[in-house]
Nanobody, 114 residues
Framework: VRLAESGGGLVQAGGSLRLSCAAS????????MGWYRQAPGKQRELVAD???????KYAESVKDRFTISRDVARYTVYLQMDSLKPEDTAVYYC?????????WGQGTQVTVSS
């Protein structure tokens, strides 16, 4: 299973970015897909995920600013990030949870300038 992320970049505070993650390969099942992030010197943390029944979960710090969505037929998950803050600066990683294995993308850098 391979995960290809795109959409990161540099944006000013208050701006928006949309991340995409497309899964390919031998995908037998998807329990959930989601986004994590890791800032320098910090642990990787959950940003948002969406389970196979459509249930969404968000970190408190991004609620009401970020929206996770998916295209089931394309094995793709999106993260719409609005009202970005400098503290959102991190490498964002896509995760596919198959129920018995976790697959990670390479990560995409998001930098928010003040």
């Amino acid at each position: 299973v391979r995960l290809a992320e795109s959409g990161g970049g540099l944006v000013q505070a208050g701006g928006s970015l949309r991340l995409s993650c497309a899964a390919s390969g031998s995908i037998l099942a998807i329990n959930a897909m989601g986004w994590y992030r890791q800032a320098p010197g910090k642990q990787r943390e959950l940003v948002a995920d969406i389970s196979n029944d459509g249930t969404r979960k968000y970190a408190e710090s991004v609620k009401d600013r970020f929206t996770i969505s998916r295209d089931v037929a394309r094995y793709t998950v999106y993260l719409q990030m609005d009202s970005l803050k400098p503290e959102d600066t991190a490498v964002y990683y896509c995760l596919l949870d198959s129920g018995w294995s976790d697959y990670w993308g390479q990560g995409t850098q998001v930098t928010v300038s003040s």
